[in-house]
Every structure is written in C-alpha cells, then in structure tokens.
C-alpha cells in the first residue's frame, strides 16, 4: 500500500479554539476528537498563521500498530493508540504523518505515525492563563527598584 492512503491525516480536540477566519469541515472521529476534511496539515498551518496564531508542531514522532486490514476502523484503533500514549500532554491536534499497511505470516497489520500539533493564539508553548499568573508571580517576589523604568531622581538632603 502506498503511504498515507488513507483519508483523514488531521485530528482536532473538540471545542478547540480557532482563529476567526479559520473555517473547517470536520466529522467526529473518535469521542472527543474530529477529524478534518478539507485541509491537510500544511494548509491549515498556513490559515492558522495567517491570522496571526500559532500551529506548533511538537517533537516526537508517535507510533501504533494494531492488527486489521487497511480500513477506517483500523486507523481509529490505531489512532486510539497513540492518543492513549499522549493523554497527559495538553495538546489539541494530531497529524498522521504516515499510514503503511503490511502483512506478516498472512495477518494483516496497519502501522502510523503521528505528532502532536498545538493551535493556539500565543506564541509560547503555555496556556495563556498560566503565563500570566507565572508572570504576576515573578513581579510580586522581586520588585524592581524606582529607576527601573526612568532616569534617577535626586533626593533633596534635608
């Protein structure tokens, strides 16, 4: 079978923030996830950017291999897989970046690769709620001294 001929190659965590302009024709997937029809990864990088957000491709590749025949049931199984190795991660994308289906002894297995993506508004790996109380954090343990943001001003000596 040739690489990546099976449809769906982009997987969004329902209820997923997106950018304003960003329009996407998807169908659930697996509980929780859709999968998306009409971009592959690379254009929907390119929309995610253009309005200014970010599209993070995280390091790593995942991999599944389940037993079955080239099928769609077959590449939930082993979707289900990789999504079940990264639960932990906050992440809300999946991209397959490779599908091969081979046979061993006569039995019929499918095996993908996979990387987490993350869209957000940001541009730090954070979510934004938590960079601000880190941030407020940090200002409130050390204060900066008066003339941090001016020129010194003399005290008049009494």
Do not use: C
């Amino acid at each position: 079978m040739p690489e990546n001929k099976l449809a769906p190659t982009i997987f969004i965590r329902e209820n997923t923030r997106l950018p304003a302009g960003v329009i996407l024709e998807s169908e659930t997937f697996l509980p929780g996830w859709r999968s998306v029809q009409n971009l592959n990864g690379r254009e929907l990088g390119r929309k995610i950017e253009k309005a200014m957000w970010n599209y993070f491709y995280l390091a790593g590749p995942l991999k599944a291999t389940v037993l079955g025949r080239e099928s769609l049931a077959t590449l939930r199984k082993a979707v289900q897989r990789v999504l079940a190795k990264k639960q932990s991660q906050n992440y809300n994308s999946l991209e397959i970046s490779k599908t091969i289906s081979k046979r061993f002894l006569g039995v019929p297995y499918l095996t993908i690769s996979a990387h987490s993506r993350h869209i957000q508004e940001g541009m730090y790996l954070v979510p934004v709620k938590d960079f601000r109380l880190s941030a407020r954090a940090d200002v409130t343990t050390t204060p900066l001294p008066a003339i941090a943001f001016g020129a010194a001003k003399k005290v008049p000596q009494e």
